[in-house]
């Protein structure tokens, strides 16, 4: 006897049951709708990508977390991102693009990063991006964040908030300070919310001394509406611009000028885009941890679930593609881990409430020898673009209806012998139960 497996899967992937999947299936639909309606062209890229593509500006945890393929002579890895390949679809593409260039793509992605709750070794993201070669202006910056937005409101999620940060804030400041240890004290800080602030601020004043700290501390402890928060930082940037003179000093000072300056003029862009000031606050903790962030960055979480992290990501990034041109292509990106988010919404009950407009509205049920006239009803129905399927299986009515219930099917069309002779339809409500025989001509004209 043959030794059976015991079917499963690898930890850190995921599948869902088929109406699970019709969900996760219409909020990407939705969410993509959203972004086509809004000039974005759809692309894709391959799954498999030459390392030395993948990981050329990338190194540390993230090399450590790529899948590498060796079967052929050239060394090859699974995409870990949708960006990086982009940067490169853009620079091989350059002389068929339109510019500035907006897309969108839905696709898997790989990461072999340690298992557990809501994170996911293969997972689907949906990203934006917009390019154009030697510059691009930061309203591009407000408008991606109001897309995400958009694509939220578009499959009822309303509870959502926008933390949004400019780099330079922070780099300035650090620069400012003559702190050389610059991508220590960042990753520290990216840590904030898992070590704790007090355990954030000892690493900070052990990297750079407990009065540098000062300053770092009091900058991220800036907190309020979004226009008080602008208002603290322009305050505390003057006061710092009094204190240190130098020209490195005041480099970092000007830096930091302007990272406030873009920060201000995105929220006050993103607002004249229709995003909610409730939906929206600044947030100088986030640093995002890819490298190739050089203004705005933005991470998104839930209301009141904030303990399943960023949802949404993104930022802008001034010269991504240099590695394969020597022209400067400037961008701004944002990223919806789409699997992320589905589990999200499972756990917190939203999936589960979820109403699928776009459903089957008819199960076709064939009682005796009635097959033919039944393909002939399913293709009336379906060149008029209605949704139906014919119950090909010699079942009892009894078992089809169970069937329909099952599928969530409003109306069961029963034909049998005696209603193909008649030209007659019994038409079968699954809501309320009722069941009525009507003529196949009459219904036809009055239902479609």
Same mark, same amino acid.
């Given at each position: 006897?043959?030794?059976?497996?015991?079917?499963?899967? &690898?930890?850190?992937?995921?599948?869902?049951?088929?109406?699970?999947?019709?969900?996760?299936?219409?909020?990407?639909?939705?969410?993509?709708?959203?972004?086509?309606?809004?000039?974005?062209?759809?692309?894709?890229?391959?799954?498999?990508?030459?390392?030395?593509? &993948?990981?050329?500006?990338?190194?540390?945890?993230?090399?450590?977390?790529?899948?590498?393929?060796?079967?052929?002579?050239?060394?090859?890895?699974?995409?870990?991102?949708?960006?990086?390949?982009?940067?490169?679809?853009?620079?091989?593409?350059?002389?068929?693009?339109?510019?500035?260039?907006?897309?969108?793509?839905?696709?898997?992605?790989?990461? @072999?990063?340690?298992?557990?709750?809501?994170?996911?070794?293969?997972?689907?993201?949906?990203?934006?991006?917009?390019?154009?070669?030697? %510059?691009?202006?930061?309203?591009?910056?407000?408008?991606?964040?109001?897309?995400?937005?958009?694509?939220?409101?578009?499959?009822?999620?309303?509870?959502?908030?926008?933390?949004?940060?400019?780099?330079?804030?922070?780099?300035?400041?650090?620069?400012?300070?003559?702190?050389?240890?610059?991508?220590?004290?960042?990753?520290?800080?990216?840590?904030?919310?898992?070590?704790?602030?007090?355990?954030?601020?000892?690493?900070?004043?052990?990297?750079?001394?407990?009065?540098?700290?000062?300053?770092?501390?009091?900058?991220?402890?800036?907190?309020?509406?979004?226009?008080?928060?602008?208002?603290?930082? %322009?305050?505390?940037?003057?006061?710092?611009?009094?204190?240190?003179?130098?020209?490195?000093?005041?480099? @970092?000072?000007?830096?930091?000028?302007?990272?406030?300056?873009?920060?201000?003029?995105?929220?006050?862009?993103?607002?004249?885009?229709?995003?909610?000031?409730?939906?929206?606050?600044?947030?100088?903790?986030?640093?995002?941890? &890819?490298?190739?962030?050089?203004?705005?960055?933005?991470?998104?979480?839930?209301?009141?679930?904030?303990?399943?992290?960023?949802?949404?990501?993104?930022?802008?990034?001034?010269?991504?593609?240099?590695?394969?041109?020597?022209?400067?292509?400037?961008?701004?990106?944002?990223?919806?881990?789409?699997?992320?988010?589905?589990?999200?919404?499972?756990?917190? @009950?939203?999936?589960?409430?979820?109403?699928?407009?776009?459903?089957?509205?008819? &199960?076709?049920?064939?009682?005796?020898?009635?097959? %033919?006239?039944?393909? %002939?009803?399913?293709?009336?129905?379906?060149?008029?673009?209605?949704?139906?399927?014919?119950?090909?299986?010699?079942?009892?009515?009894?078992?089809?209806?169970?069937?329909?219930?099952?599928?969530?099917?409003?109306?069961?069309?029963?034909? @049998?012998?005696?209603?193909?002779?008649?030209g007659q339809l019994i038409i079968k409500n699954m809501k309320t139960g009722e069941q009525t025989k009507v003529s196949r001509k009459e219904w036809f004209k009055r239902e479609?």
């Amino acid at each position: 006897m043959t030794k059976k497996i015991k079917p499963s899967i &690898l930890p850190g992937f995921m599948e869902l049951p088929p109406k699970e999947q019709l969900i996760f299936n219409d909020i990407v639909s939705k969410m993509s709708k959203v972004y086509e309606q809004n000039g974005c062209m759809p692309m894709d890229t391959p799954l498999i990508e030459k390392e030395e593509i &993948l990981l050329a500006k990338s190194a540390g945890e993230t090399e450590k977390q790529v899948y590498r393929i060796d079967k052929e002579k050239n060394k090859q890895a699974l995409r870990f991102d949708l960006t990086v390949p982009f940067a490169r679809y853009v620079v091989q593409h350059m002389n068929e693009l339109d510019f500035p260039f907006k897309r969108y793509q839905f696709g898997k992605v790989y990461r @072999g990063e340690r298992n557990q709750k809501g994170r996911y070794r293969e997972f689907y993201q949906l990203d934006i991006d917009i390019v154009s070669p030697r %510059k691009l202006d930061i309203t591009n910056d407000a408008f991606v964040i109001s897309l995400a937005a958009q694509a939220f409101e578009s499959i009822g999620l309303k509870d959502y908030r926008f933390q949004i940060s400019n780099r330079k804030i922070l780099s300035g400041l650090l620069e400012m300070l003559g702190i050389v240890q610059q991508q220590e004290v960042m990753g520290l800080i990216d840590k904030y919310d898992k070590i704790g602030k007090e355990n954030c601020i000892r690493g900070i004043e052990e990297l750079v001394g407990a009065c540098k700290a000062i300053y770092i501390r009091e900058l991220l402890e800036i907190q309020g509406r979004v226009d008080d928060v602008i208002k603290q930082m %322009k305050a505390f940037n003057q006061k710092l611009g009094e204190q240190f003179n130098s020209d490195q000093e005041q480099r @970092g000072y000007f830096k930091m000028r302007i990272g406030i300056g873009e920060l201000e003029e995105v929220l006050n862009t993103v607002r004249l885009f229709g995003v909610n000031e409730q939906n929206l606050r600044v947030e100088l903790k986030i640093i995002r941890g &890819l490298d190739y962030y050089t203004g705005t960055v933005f991470e998104t979480v839930i209301e009141r679930n904030e303990n399943y992290g960023s949802i949404c990501s993104g930022g802008r990034y001034d010269n991504l593609a240099e590695l394969y041109t020597d022209m400067k292509i400037p961008g701004v990106g944002i990223s919806i881990g789409i699997t992320r988010l589905f589990f999200v919404l499972k756990e917190i @009950g939203f999936v589960g409430s979820y109403t699928l407009e776009d459903t089957l509205d008819y &199960l076709i049920s064939p009682i005796g020898n009635t097959l %033919k006239e039944c393909i %002939k009803v399913n293709q009336a129905l379906q060149r008029q673009g209605i949704k139906s399927e014919i119950y090909l299986n010699k079942d009892p009515l009894k078992k089809q209806l169970s069937y329909a219930d099952a599928k969530e099917i409003s109306t069961v069309i029963i034909i @049998g012998e005696d209603e193909v002779e008649k030209g007659q339809l019994i038409i079968k409500n699954m809501k309320t139960g009722e069941q009525t025989k009507v003529s196949r001509k009459e219904w036809f004209k009055r239902e479609i």
